[in-house]
């Protein structure tokens, strides 16, 4: 036994190297098995949260689908009597004819249970549900009729799809007309929903074992560190990290509040108030219409041009938030887009110049250089002064460029001297070029600023039809 012991006796480089990793090992475990219920907790947060925003989209699907029916036959069922069979033929009718979509229909049931109107399955029509229940034992009919009588409401249950004749899970959506005793509804079919919660299981379970993979990786790699060169914490550099990280992570919160309000006040100040205008103008022409009044046309007019105007702020801020143009036409296109409109909006001469862009940028250099011109043109119409910009977007045989330049008054060497990365929005800028591999350059003076973003050839896509081989060396086209 003296013996055993005596051989498995370690020498002192190997109880360092033991004191050293012992507690790495450990630490690794624990931030293993901690990660992997934080990130397993996380992603199931997140997974229910999809989840609720996808049912709730369905559901304001299903009341949009039947406020559109309720419109078409709210006069009929508002003039007839509670007796009247003809006008509940009519509406019948009315109902049978409104399909959507490949499964999509509406369904109308008695409160005695009994079904009126099933246009995708007629074989319900004419006969009495009362009792009907799912595989799950979940109740149909008197639910539905139960939910009717109390003025409406979503109900979830299995149910067969007209298209492929299998059972799927349903949202229904059902409302009642007291004075015929009905129960009108529809329902959309969430498998889609199902299948995108599922999804996002298995990726969550792909990510916990990479992460397993990753920290088994590091921990190797640590350890073959700390048996080189043993272990050395600057407690300084960790320090200047965190604090980097916080800053950064304040930033992304900053922009994207600053990017909320924007929204906000544009919704608030610009659609809300156009909007307001369109509902007075049509109370107006309602009651000029109630009285005769032949001005009824004329504000129903302004109130369809103040609609007009919603419209396009709408067009608007969504081309702010995302420019089809971008996706469709290429780079070229959504900034001469972009320089127009901002030309238009602050009155600032705008001169844009290109060559054929054939969409051939990636996406991700399409977005970053559409947003490096969008934050420079918003630099230039809050700071520079400037009356004149020159934009400039071209493929050369190093990539590709985008060159703004404008006479105003320059950077403010001041503030650039106490920050050498310069404002929110150059570091923005130049954090997005950087992702890309890419250069940026600002030059400023007393005479203007010229911002130059170049992306290299890496980012930019081979003409369909022709092989990298014959690709023309001295010149490339974004």
């Known amino acids: ?98 399909l959507y979509g490949q499964d999509g229909y509406f369904f109308v049931f008695d409160y005695d249970g009994n079904n009126l109107v099933s246009p995708r399955n007629t074989d319900l029509i004419g006969r009495n549900w009362t009792g009907l229940e799912d595989p799950s034992g979940a109740p149909i009919t008197d639910e539905l009729i139960r939910l009717a009588r109390s003025g409406g409401g979503y109900h979830s249950y299995e149910w067969r799809k007209p298209s492929t004749g299998e059972r799927a899970r349903m949202v229904a959506y059902v409302i009642g007309l007291q004075d015929w005793r009905w129960a009108v509804g529809t329902g959309v079919f969430i498998d889609d929903v199902v299948a995108a919660v599922s999804a996002s299981r298995e990726k969550v379970e792909d990510r916990v074992q990479k992460t397993f993979l990753y920290i088994g990786a590091a921990m190797l790699a640590a350890l073959l560190l700390v048996f080189v060169s043993g272990l050395f914490i600057n407690i300084r550099e960790r320090r200047l990290a965190d604090a980097k990280l916080k800053k950064l992570t304040q930033r992304v919160f900053d922009a994207q509040e600053e990017e909320r309000g924007r929204v906000a006040r544009e919704l608030h100040d610009g659609i809300s108030q156009i909007l307001v205008g369109v509902r007075y103008a049509l109370d107006t022409a309602k009651r000029r219409l109630a009285a005769g009044d032949t001005r009824a046309g004329d504000t129903l007019d302004r109130g369809i041009t103040h ?6 702020e709408v067009r608007r801020i969504s081309r702010d938030l995302r420019p089809g143009a971008l996706d469709d036409l290429g780079l070229g296109p959504a900034i001469k887009a972009l320089s127009e409109g901002f030309s238009t909006r602050t009155g600032i001469t ?128 974004a």
């Open 307 to 312: 609609l007009s105007g919603a419209i396009q």
């Open 350 to 477: 705008t001169e844009f110049s290109t060559v054929v862009f054939r969409n051939r940028l990636d996406d991700e250099a399409k977005i970053a250089l559409y947003r490096v011109a969008q934050e420079a043109l918003t630099n230039i119409e809050r700071h520079s002064g400037a009356s004149r910009v020159m934009i400039d977007v071209r493929g050369h045989a190093g990539g590709a460029t985008l060159r703004i330049s404008d006479n105003g008054c320059g950077l403010d060497q001041a503030s650039s001297a106490q920050s050498p990365n310069g404002g929110l929005g150059l570091r923005n800028m130049q954090e997005r070029v950087e992702q890309l591999d890419g250069v940026l350059h600002v030059t400023s003076s007393k005479s203007g600023t010229v911002i130059e973003a170049t992306v290299p050839l890496s980012h930019l896509l081979q003409p369909q039809g022709r092989s990298p081989l014959s690709e023309p060396k001295t010149k490339a086209n």
């Open 1 to 98: 036994m003296t013996r055993l012991f005596t051989s498995f006796r370690l020498n002192y480089g190997q109880k360092l190297f033991l004191i050293a990793t012992l507690p790495l090992i450990m630490t690794a475990v624990a931030i293993s098995v901690v990660v992997t219920l934080q990130s397993r907790q996380l992603a199931e947060h997140e997974i229910e949260t999809l989840e609720a925003q996808l049912i709730e989209a369905k559901r304001a699907e299903l009341r949009n689908y039947l406020s559109i029916a309720r419109t078409a036959f709210v006069n009929i069922y508002g003039r007839a009597a509670p007796d009247d069979e003809a006008a509940m033929l009519q509406v019948s009718q009315i109902l049978a004819g409104m």
